[in-house]
């Protein structure tokens, strides 16, 4: 088999696995994946998952890539706060979360981690669409503060709280604070539920 066989069956997936190759040809040699890799036709994301190269100037790939690896996943915490200016920088790290064990990873789209949540806790996310008409599963604002909240108790003073320096405009215009409550009360969680109290008294919300 010659890469352009390969490419030419594979390059519409954008995000692949060895099954999904051998689920096509199963007398794949996927030695040919490690030679591929090495002549920079393909880029290994983790352990069994591959791309083009092409994907790269994608815009919001990485996105994309954070759910396909690791799943079930969706985008929140950090990157999703970023993503809807609730905090002023941008981040480096595309940051989800997932009822799989704590993981990350490391290749040549970025960097990407993954904090457990119970599988009761996973909610809250909707697909917004990509440029080349994929999707991607992102965390509402208010799910993605309260992953946040959960997952980093440290948040739990003014000074912490203030520290995440939160966009005030945003929290008090379009922060839909009914849904961020209701979402809480899925948490069952005390600690939480304080913490976000703590965090609507000092913005004011």
Known sequence: MTFIEFKDKMFDLACFNIH?????????????LTRWVKKGYLIRLRNGYFTFPEYKNVPDFSFYIANRIYKPSYI????????????????????????????????????????????????????????????????????????????????????????????????QNDLNKTLLMNYCSKFENKALEKRVKLLLNIYDI
């Open 76 to 171: 929140s915490l950090h990157s999703s706060l970023s993503f809807y200016g609730l905090v002023p920088e941008s981040v480096i790290q595309t940051t989800s979360v997932t009822t799989l064990k704590t993981s990350s990873f490391e290749n040549e789209l970025g960097s990407y981690s993954y904090k457990n949540i119970k599988d009761s806790l996973m909610f809250g996310y909707d697909l917004k669409p990509m440029a080349d008409n994929r999707n991607i599963l992102f965390a509402s604002p208010e799910k993605a503060l309260l992953d946040l909240l959960y997952l980093y108790p440290f948040y739990n003073n003014e000074e912490e709280l203030t520290d995440l320096r939160l966009d005030e405009d945003y929290l």
């Open 20 to 32: 999904n190759v051998y689920a096509w040809y199963d007398n794949f040699d996927r030695n040919n």
